[in-house]
């Protein structure tokens, strides 16, 4: 790279540029791939980050991801899954959005807080940066101060990760108002770091109107000439259609947005995520991203056998056998809301060998009495009942939980759901009547659900959630035991509500047992109920930890119970 370029603009004399530089940082040592969606949002750019992201890890590169969000939240944690997917939670407490689930799927590595931001958390650090007074008097600006802190959170992941290369996916889609300092950034980290050492992929969607029954670039065009006019050439164009592009199509994208053919690339839907690294090394996207940086030599293919096997293992084998899990929750309606239970759900498909199909339980419409819980749940092999937050539909699950129970249908409880198991079983076995957690009523006489004193004190203000990955220590002998094959195991936490100890001699005198707690702390993180088919909660989220070649225990448990 022309290294005078970041030289003499972190030294420069005048006060025009911000460009600060993480100490350590070595011009070219790690290099950088954008990743950005053109012409509509929902065409699998996390997808498509999380197998390029494999397919240069599985060429011998050290990987480091990253999303930038656009968004003004700080972080994801009071996102509306509804909205916006699931909120997805890193072992260290990060709440991010669900891209950074299907990185973790893909790489099966863990990743930190540094490997997710937002415009939220960038600007409020600017504002506070300024409050004390640390930009010396400088009019704070979009341009350099946005961007140079931006770039300068790039190349902290670099320095810190020692990767090879940042793959960076700017959330959102070109066009976009609150993405445009992302890109603007991109634009002058590219040119400060110079040719070669960063590459610029558009994903873009070539339309297929039905009343023409040909593929038309027009859209994907304009969407990319957008990043013409902000500066930014791409390097490698990746054309997202429902059926193959025919090559026409590529030179005129190729012809319009001046990338060589060879760079352009048609990538269609396909059923199986898992067959897409695989498709992509055919379609040799990682081999002109490295041709890009000039690594492709450095870092050659070395066959495919790791690749394959790993396609192998993990793509959706045909069987006859065929279950249907039910869902019930409140946003059944947007199945990225509960995307990591899915993907736990099918992690679990080739090691039972059978097929899984959803039931989506509107909860609040058993609570109604729209349907009862044997018609909502009738023809299930298994129920599962999700996590979630507030009052609504909560009657409804209790309902659902408590003809699981009573009729040996294998049940696992997420998180709220394990807490509406334990209010189910308060209730209808030890006969508290009304029992309830505090978060949705707070005068219940029975609290068996409750916040920790030692966790009202945390900060006073009735209670921080607690997140992340914490230790659960596991009975001996319990069925947890069994599944997991270890006395101690870490999974990840989002809640705020516990089981109240008061009632936990009452609980287990009728039965139920609490087979994991968090130690010294008497948190109770795992419930079994011996005697039954499989009923079984957890108080973490174990759909965080599943990967495909290492289903969660607990998953693998239930779905084995509900083929069986
Ligand atoms: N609302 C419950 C709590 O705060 C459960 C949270 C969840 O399911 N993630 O404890």
Not at 145 to 171: C, M, N, P, Q
Not at 186 to 211: D, K, Q, W
Request: contains cysteine.
């Amino acid at each position: 790279m022309d290294e005078n370029i970041l030289g003499d603009i972190a030294n420069a004399s005048t006060d025009e540029f911000y460009t600060p530089i993480p100490d350590g940082y070595k011009p070219g040592k790690t290099k950088y791939v954008f990743v950005t969606g053109s012409v509509i949002s929902g065409i699998g750019k996390g997808i498509f980050t999380s197998c390029l992201a494999k397919l240069l890890k599985d060429r011998g590169l050290k990987i480091a991801p990253m999303k930038i969000e656009a968004y003004m939240n700080v972080d994801a944690g009071t996102l509306n899954p509804y909205r916006h997917g699931e909120v997805f939670v890193l072992d260290d407490g990060t709440e991010t959005d669900m891209d950074l689930g299907s990185y973790e799927r893909f790489l099966e590595q863990n990743l930190d807080k540094n490997s997710f931001v937002t415009s939220g958390r960038i600007y409020s650090s600017i504002i506070e940066k300024e409050r004390k007074g640390l930009y010396l008097g400088r009019d704070v600006q979009f341009i350099p101060h946005v961007t140079g802190e931006t770039k300068k959170i790039f190349r902290d992941l670099a320095v810190g990760s020692k990767a090879d290369v940042v793959i960076i996916e700017v959330g959102g889609t070109v066009g976009d108002y609150e993405n445009l300092f992302a890109l603007e950034s991109a634009r002058e980290l590219m040119y400060e770091e110079g040719v070669g050492n960063a590459c610029f992929v558009n994903l873009t969607y070539i339309l297929e109107p039905h009343s023409l029954g040909e593929h038309k670039s027009k859209a994907a065009q304009l969407g990319i000439k957008r990043l013409l006019e902000l500066g930014i050439q791409p390097d490698i164009v990746v054309c997202r259609s429902e059926t193959p592009i025919p090559e026409k199509i590529k030179e005129k994208i190729s012809m319009n947005v001046n990338v060589p053919v060879k760079q352009v690339i048609g990538l269609h839907d396909t059923d199986d995520i898992y067959t897409l690294p695989l498709f992509l090394r055919e379609l040799g996207v990682d081999e002109q991203v490295l041709n890009v940086l000039g690594l492709a030599k450095k870092f050659p293919v070395n066959g495919n056998k790791k690749l394959k096997a790993w396609t192998e293992e993990v793509s959706t084998k045909p069987t006859s056998k065929e279950i249907t899990v039910g869902i019930a929750g409140k946003y059944t309606g947007l199945r990225d809301s509960y995307i990591s239970i899915i993907k736990s759900l099918e992690h679990c498909q080739n090691p039972v060998g059978a097929k899984i199909n959803f039931r989506w339980i509107e909860t609040t419409d058993v609570e109604k009495g729209k349907i009862t819980a044997l018609k909502a749940l009738d023809g299930i092999d298994g129920l599962i009942v999700p996590g979630g937050f507030g009052s609504r539909g909560t009657e409804g699950k209790i309902s659902c939980i408590k003809h699981a129970r009573e009729n040996n249908i294998p049940f696992l409880g997420l998180c709220f759901g394990f807490q509406m198991a334990v209010i189910e079983y308060a209730r209808n076995m030890c006969n508290l009547e009304n029992a309830n957690t505090t978060e949705i009523d707070p005068k219940t006489n029975y609290p068996v659900i409750c916040i920790l004193p030692e966790q009202e004190e945390v900060d006073g203000l009735g209670g921080t959630m607690r997140l992340g990955g914490y230790d659960v220590f596991i009975k001996k002998n319990s069925i947890a035991h069994k599944l997991y094959g270890s006395e101690k195991v870490r999974e990840r936490f989002r809640h705020r509500f516990n089981v109240n100890t008061n009632y936990i001699d009452q609980l287990e005198e009728k039965g139920l047992v609490f087979s994991g707690n968090a130690g010294k702390k008497r948190i109770m993180q795992i419930l079994e109920l011996p005697g039954h088919k499989f009923f079984f909660g957890t108080q973490f989220h174990p759909e965080f930890t599943s990967r495909p070649t290492k289903p969660n225990p607990a998953y693998l448990g239930f779905v084995k119970a509900c083929a069986e």
